[in-house]
């Protein structure tokens, strides 16, 4: 990762719609092959440190715009590269520009009532949830 942070993925499990989000959520949706979003869940201060990493270590205090951007930069440099992965196995996946939401309370109610949770932790405890909304198209 660019970040220079070291995840670990822990255990994928399914949420049900809807459910809340961390304080700092960036929605990717999907087109193509496969419809759907891909939503990444992390706590503000986190979502700083990132930020922070992405852009040479400044100092992002708080999540102004240059901090959204990079945190939004970098979730779209994942799926970017999730997309190319499925492209080498003949699956086109196209993905839309990140929308970023910050607040309290943030309720996610995606098309599919199932959502994949991929959690990713940090050696300082942090985590980020990335949940998968899809559904192959027919």
């Known amino acids: 990762m660019t970040t220079g942070l070291s ?9 049900q719609a809807p459910y809340k989000g961390n304080n700092t959520v960036i929605f ?5 092959q496969i419809h759907g979003s891909v939503t990444f869940s992390l706590k503000n201060e986190l979502a700083c440190k990132l930020a922070s990493s992405m852009m040479g270590g400044m100092a992002v205090p708080e999540l ?3 901090g959204k951007s990079a945190i939004s930069e970098l979730c779209n440099m994942i799926l970017g590269n999730t997309a190319s992965v499925f492209y080498k196995n003949h699956i086109t996946v196209d993905i ?4 970023i939401f910050t607040g309290d309370n943030i309720e996610l109610t995606p098309t599919q009532a199932e959502v994949v949770c991929v959690p990713l932790h940090f050696d300082n405890g942090d985590s980020i949830e990335i949940d998968i909304n899809y559904k192959e198209k027919v």
């Open 7 to 15: 995840p670990t993925v822990g255990e994928i499990h399914i949420k």
């Open 28 to 32: 990717i949706g999907l087109t193509g």
């Open 64 to 66: 102004g715009e240059m």
């Open 96 to 99: 839309t520009p990140p929308t």
